[in-house]
Nanobody, 115 residues
């Protein structure tokens, strides 16, 4: 079993920055992908960014150039640096870890961007 504990988030004005982090613990196969999804009220959950254990990254078009995902494999921790935030980035952000056929989810953290 894998547990994900996220931290960070909060309230920021448009144009500001926030950072999220998420630490994984438990039975973690070293080849895995970690990422961030978000879900805004009334909208479907969407992938924000993902990073493999080898360091390959993938971003949603809406956040490219503004968000940066990174990870520390020794700590099994993934980070999301969010810059130039927009009101449309407001959502609950969930960290994930995918290992083989399994995807584990963190508890979610609120990010609110005021205009």
């Amino acid at each position: 079993q894998v547990q994900l504990v996220g931290s960070g988030g909060g309230l920021v004005q448009a144009g500001g920055s926030l950072s999220l982090s998420c630490a994984a613990s438990g039975s973690i196969f070293r080849f895995n992908a970690m990422g961030w999804y978000r879900q805004a009220p009334g909208k479907q959950r969407e992938l924000v960014a993902a990073i493999t254990s080898a360091g390959s990254t993938n971003y949603a078009d809406s956040v490219k150039g503004r968000f940066t995902i990174s990870r520390d494999n020794a700590k099994n921790t993934v980070y999301l640096q969010m810059n130039s935030l927009k009101p449309e980035d407001t959502a609950v952000y969930y960290c994930t870890l995918t290992s083989g056929p399994y995807t584990y989810w963190g508890q979610g953290t609120q990010v609110t961007v005021s205009s």
